[in-house]
């Protein structure tokens, strides 16, 4: 089993509830097209796979322990990727920063539940006075990796 897993183990527990403050933190940058917030068959693997090249050429990679994917969907026709390096990357590579407050709720349920998870947040940060701008989405493992381990973590950060 061990070598059919691609994805690291996801512990949910630091990530619940969390506030992360971020001031100009590194990402690469990539987009894709997608119908109706779905992604087209194929292209969520070749845009991870892209960042990650970028990521390893530059020697920008980070520790599996510290890897983070965001995903925005600005909308239903495309979806934004920013993935955590540890250094600017030079062109073709577009490298962004960004920079607030966020809070991280995790959930355990399938993609189509996306919208639920996002209500649950918003009624979190309510009790905390607080409300979102933006939303980005961390999708913790692939498919494959989410059924061996019997979860499907997807972590929701509000910027706030």
């Known amino acids: 089993m061990e070598e059919d897993v691609c994805c690291p183990k996801f512990d949910p527990q630091p990530w619940e509830g969390a506030t992360h403050e971020w001031k100009d933190k590194l990402f690469l940058f990539d987009e894709m097209p ?5 992604p ?4 969520y693997a070749k845009a991870i796979k892209r960042l990650w ?8 990679r980070p520790d599996v322990k510290d890897f983070l994917m965001l995903n925005y969907d600005p909308s239903p026709w495309k979806c934004e ?15 962004v920063k960004l920079s607030g407050s966020f809070i991280s709720k995790t959930f355990d349920g399938p993609y ?21 701008k933006k939303y ?11 059924k061996k381990y019997g979860h499907n973590y997807i972590v929701v950060f509000a910027e706030v």
């Open 34 to 38: 997608q119908f109706m917030h779905m």
């Open 40 to 43: 087209l068959p194929g292209f």
């Open 53 to 60: 090249a970028l990521a390893e050429t530059d020697d920008a």
């Open 81 to 95: 990727f920013y993935m955590a390096v540890t250094k600017e990357v030079p062109a073709p590579a577009k490298t």
């Open 112 to 132: 189509h539940k996306v919208p639920e998870y996002i209500k649950e947040t918003d009624a979190y940060l309510k009790s905390q006075g607080k409300t979102a």
């Open 136 to 146: 980005y989405l961390y999708y913790t493992t692939c498919p494959k990796c989410a």
